[in-house]
């Protein structure tokens, strides 16, 4: 089977507005929300998303990356791993609505991480989770708060996000 | 990473994953709640027998921050000294089921034959053999040195264009043997200053320089000092007429540490003989890294426990890393 292009530019840029709208909504403006995305690609939607909210909103929202690879249950079935940067806004995520961010969700496995290595920084009052693709096929009970498109899949397709800052290109696909 | 058994066959790439992944352990080490549930599961061996405090205390914390669980073996008070072969007691250790084996032994050459003798399948860290290597200590003082230099931008760097002068008894120094390969690996320049009696033989064979005069090679403007301990318990011979003279001649005092350089460390990998080989307040002086040596020692060993363990074992998949 052939890959085709789910999302365009376009797409992916009216999504991610829609996204920032809903998080100000949901949490009533910008006060104490703190965006972590997961890296590598939920780290540059993160920061796109930040900055969105900071041009709706008019107030800047810390943003940081928080890396999963150290708390991830399933390391032994993969060649290792290197951990990325974690890096936490200066003011921490005590007391904060955190929001997680991540391009896929599929099987929920990093997200379950996630929300360990955040048990270790610190206690968030709220923790959120905006996605830019759900594609189904979780193995954990975890559903996305945010999500900018539901893209059906079978199990053994890729999807495959492509960001300008981190694959010079921008679109979603999906194939073999 | 299967093992790690010495620093002159890592290669650069290698070395560096190393010190990266080191970075983002110590980045966790300043958390609220240190331990990773990283190795839950896992048993780790520390297999030592020869003393050691620093080194496996260091290990053991490492285990333990990554959750694996530890076993502490000292050959004193076990069955080695009732007469046990190497392979008996490896083989105990498979039998209980040990993922890594953290080895330590009076023999050049013990980690590489547990390792390569087929009598266990558990990965093997080399923490000193003999006069052999010491991988670990040689990873932690390049991580040392490129985070004094770097500080927060250290990730992916390597040490181009620093000088590095190691400084004592080159001849017992495992941990001599280990930074030289692995320092210049990563592009740095090493210069050995030694009274020509601690100096190995085949010295010429090694990508280094040698001076006699410590003054000489001071005035030069190291960016790293590296002081050796003089090992007297393997001192069976006269290397050097006195104490006195020694710590005079190739002693780090706090003369010689004003004379360097502004950006310029002292590294000592301990423990340290204060007012032999280094005065006190060389010891305590700001640009000495002893304790940082200490801290960085835990997060570099988590990253090689972490190569070693967490993925999919390499002999199944037949690649390397």
């Known amino acids: 089977m052939s890959v085709r292009t789910v999302l365009h530019q376009a797409d992916i840029s009216r999504a991610l507005t829609r996204i920032a709208h809903e998080i100000l909504e949901s949490n009533r403006g910008a006060d104490g929300l703190v965006l972590l995305g997961i890296p590598t690609r939920g780290v540059t939607l993160g920061h796109r998303l930040a900055a969105l909210i900071s041009e709706i909103a008019q107030v800047s929202v810390p943003v940081g990356s928080l890396d999963v690879t150290l708390f991830r249950d399933d390391l032994a079935k993969h060649p290792t791993r290197s951990p990325q940067p974690t890096e936490i806004p200066p003011g921490g995520i005590d007391g904060k609505t955190v929001v997680l961010v991540d391009d896929v969700l599929f099987s929920g496995r990093s997200i379950r991480a996630a929300l360990d290595a955040l048990q270790s920084i610190g206690r968030p009052a709220v923790v959120r989770l905006a996605i830019l693709i759900d594609r189904g096929h979780r193995e954990l009970p975890i559903r996305p708060d945010f999500v900018g498109k539901n893209i059906p899949s079978a199990r053994t397709e890729r999807v495959n996000v492509r960001l300008f800052e981190n694959d010079g290109a921008e679109e979603v696909t999906i194939g073999e | ?321």
């Not at chain 2, 318990?233 to 006195?242: G, I």
């Open chain 2, 1 to 321: 990473m299967r093992h790690l058994l010495d620093t002159r066959t890592l290669d650069r790439a290698t070395a560096l994953r190393i010190l990266d992944v080191a970075e983002d352990m110590a980045d966790t080490q300043s958390r609220e709640v240190k331990k990773l549930p990283t190795l839950r599961g896992k048993t780790v061996v520390n297999l030592f027998f020869e003393d050691s405090t620093r080194t496996r205390i260091s290990f053991e914390a490492a285990a333990k921050r990554l959750s694996a669980d530890v076993i502490n073996f000292a050959a004193k008070g076990s069955s080695v000294s009732k007469g046990e072969s190497l392979k008996d007691t490896a083989q105990t250790l498979e039998a209980i089921g040990a993922d890594a084996v953290v080895v330590r032994h009076p023999g050049s050459g013990a980690p590489q034959t547990l390792a390569t003798s087929g009598w266990i399948s558990a990965g093997v860290v080399n923490a000193g053999d003999g006069t052999h290597e010491h991988p670990t200590q040689a990873l932690l003082d390049a991580f040392t040195i490129r985070k004094r230099r770097f500080g927060a931008d250290s990730r992916g760097r390597d040490l181009s264009g620093l000088r590095v002068t190691i400084v004592g008894d080159v001849l017992h120094s495992r941990v001599a043997r280990s930074n030289v390969w692995l320092l210049t690996t990563l592009g740095a320049e090493v210069t050995l200053v030694s009274p020509p009696t601690l100096v190995p033989q085949n010295v010429s064979l090694w990508p280094v320089r040698v001076v006699y005069d410590l003054d000489e090679a001071l005035a030069e403007g190291p960016d790293a000092v590296m002081m050796l301990r003089i090992q007297l318990e393997r001192m069976n011979a006269a290397y050097f007429p006195t104490e006195r003279e020694y710590s005079r001649r190739w002693g780090l005092d706090a003369r010689r540490v004003a004379a360097l350089p502004g950006g310029s460390i002292v590294l000592h990998p301990g423990p340290m003989n204060r007012g032999l080989e280094i005065s006190s307040e060389a010891a305590d002086s700001p640009r000495s890294t002893v304790l940082e040596q200490v801290s960085n020692g835990v997060s570099v060993r988590m990253a090689v426990l972490y190569l070693l363990l967490a993925g999919e074992r390499d002999d199944e998949r037949g690649g390397d890393l």
